[in-house]
């Protein structure tokens, strides 16, 4: 079982920036892709970044990249996203997952553990 809490959401202003972080509980997280993703109101969740499980390689959504950057320490068992040059779009609740497979996944149903959520809100 593994349990994932994420911290680190709030207000801030375009342009501004945001360090999300997940903290995961259980012996897997060193094991497990991490990913995030994010659903906007009255939007589908959507596939942020992702981070395969040694840390190597990760990938990022287009509509992010270049801004936003997906880091784990497996030491604490936790992954971070970076955000920054944040844009009104960004607003959105942000949900941490751990995959079932070690390599990076863009694909949801790939994703077996999800967090309760952290609201990012930019304003402009």
């Known amino acids: 079982q593994v349990q994932l809490v994420e911290s680190g959401g709030g207000l801030v202003q375009a342009g501004g920036s945001l360090r999300l972080s997940c903290a995961a509980s259980?012996?897997?997280?060193?094991?497990?892709?991490m990913g995030w993703f994010r659903q906007a109101p009255g939007k589908e969740r959507e596939f942020v970044a992702t981070?395969?499980?040694?840390?190597?390689?990760?990938y990022a959504a287009d509509s992010v990249k270049g801004r936003f950057t997906i880091s784990r320490d497996n030491a604490k068992n936790t992954v971070y996203l970076q955000m920054s040059g944040l844009k009104p779009e960004d607003t959105a609740v942000y949900y941490c997952?751990?995959?079932?497979?070690?390599?990076?996944?863009?694909?949801?149903?790939?994703?077996?553990?999800w967090g309760q959520g952290t609201q990012v809100t930019v304003s402009s």
């Open positions: 981070i395969s499980a040694s840390g190597m390689r990760t």
């Open positions: 997952a751990g995959g079932t497979i070690p390599f990076i996944t863009t694909i949801q149903k790939e994703y077996d553990y």
């Open positions: 259980g012996r897997t997280f060193s094991s497990r892709a």
